[in-house]
Each structure stands twice: as C-alpha cells, then as structure tokens.
C-alpha cells in the first residue's frame, strides 16, 4: 500500500486525494496508514479531496500541525491546494490555522490566481473577504495585483477564461487593479477576453473601465494599440 510509483504517490496518496468517502473510510483502517500520518503528504492529498473534509476534522489531533504549512510539488500551499477543488469548509480552516493565502507556488501565483485557474469563486470570496477584514483594503490591492512568473494577474486569467462572474467579483471587490497592464506576452484582460472571443467578459472589462474608473471608452481603445 506504500510502495510509490515514478510520481512518488503511493496507493494510500491516491485513495485520499481521489477516492470517495467510502474509499478513503476503508484506507483509514489499514496499518500502513499509521505510516502515512508521518507525512506532511498526507495533509495534501486530503486537502485536494472535497470528500475527506469529515474525515481530516477527525485526524486533526493526530496530524503534525507543522504540516498545515505543506505544499504540493508546485510549490501550492494548503489553501492554493484546497482551491483547485473548491474546497471551501478547509480553507475556512485553514485561515484560522493562520495559513497565508498571499503565499505563492514556484509559477508565482497565489491562492487567487488557482481560484481563478478552476472558478474556483466560492474559496476566492472567503478568502478575499478574510483579507479584507484582517488585512484591510492594502492586503487586497496586493493579492489583486500580484503578477506571477508569465506577469498574468488574476483579471488576465478569468479574461481569457471567460469566467464572467468570477471578473465580476473580483472588480467588485476592490477598484484599485491595474486592468491595462499586460502580461508577458503583452496582453491587458481586455485583449485576452476579446482574442479567445469571450465578449461578455469584454463587456464587464469595458463597463468597469467607464463606469467605475471614469475613463474615456476612446482611452480603452488606444490602450489595446
């Protein structure tokens, strides 16, 4: 049960990451589980895994709370784990356990830039709301405007995407984000949303630009040259 293949994830890793309640109730009662508990890996794997939250609440007392400072192979934190999957109830937990959803992967991207990857809205609201209130309206205007290592910020990611009502919430939640800025291949959200003809999202962009920044549409077009 622990022997790991060339991705170094044992039959246990791949019961808890995606295996069903079921499954993972079954692997819990096996010996070599015990074993497992001795990895940070563990907390990973039932990180990613929307069916394991009952069951991690009930390893907690047993798990190293080290651990709740793992990452993945990708240099994810828990939280950036937990988002992939939408995995609301543990990133809740997760901000108590003081976890920092600022914290980036070896791409450079935060836990909002992995919600915006999977639409992942429901962990980007909890989390965007915990920033506001613990660290204010700064703490927002920086995860909103972090670039990772292709210089996309998270606005880039839902344009091209087409996330309509992931952009919304994220504009809603704090005006001050650079939508002109370009990532590194020289495209604003604007240009992203309208090259993978995603015009809703243009739309949302353009209303944003003119609505809430006061600026020309004449001043969005020029910016596009």
Not at 45 to 55: E, G
Not at 129 to 141: A, F, I, P, T
Not at 189 to 198: K, V
Request: net charge negative; glycine share 4%.
């Amino acid at each position: 049960m622990i022997v790991e293949n060339e991705s170094e994830m044992s039959s246990i890793d791949y019961a808890l990451k995606y295996g069903s309640l079921c499954i993972i109730n079954t692997v819990i009662k096996i010996f070599s589980f015990n074993y497992a508990l001795s990895s940070p890996q563990i907390i990973v794997n039932l990180a990613y895994n929307c069916n394991a939250y009952q069951i991690l609440n009930n390893l907690l007392p047993y798990i190293d709370k080290e651990y709740f400072h793992s990452c993945d192979s990708e240099g994810n934190n828990l939280i950036s784990v937990s988002c992939i999957s939408n995995n609301r109830k543990f990133v809740s937990d997760l901000l108590f356990y003081g976890c920092d959803p600022e914290k980036t992967s070896f791409l450079g991207q935060n836990s909002i830039h992995i919600c915006a990857q999977y639409d992942s809205i429901g962990c980007s609201s909890l989390i965007l709301d915990y920033l506001h209130e613990v660290r204010g309206q700064e703490g927002l205007k920086r995860i909103l405007n972090h670039q990772d290592s292709n210089w996309n910020l998270l606005i880039h990611i839902a344009a091209k995407k087409g996330l309509s009502g992931f952009l919304v919430n994220l504009l809603s939640v704090c005006k001050d984000q650079d939508i002109n800025k370009e990532n590194n291949i020289k495209h604003s959200a604007l240009a992203e949303s309208l090259l993978n003809d995603h015009f809703k999202v243009a739309g949302i962009i353009s209303g944003f630009w003119t609505n809430v920044l006061k600026q020309t549409k004449e001043s969005l077009v020029n910016s596009l040259e």
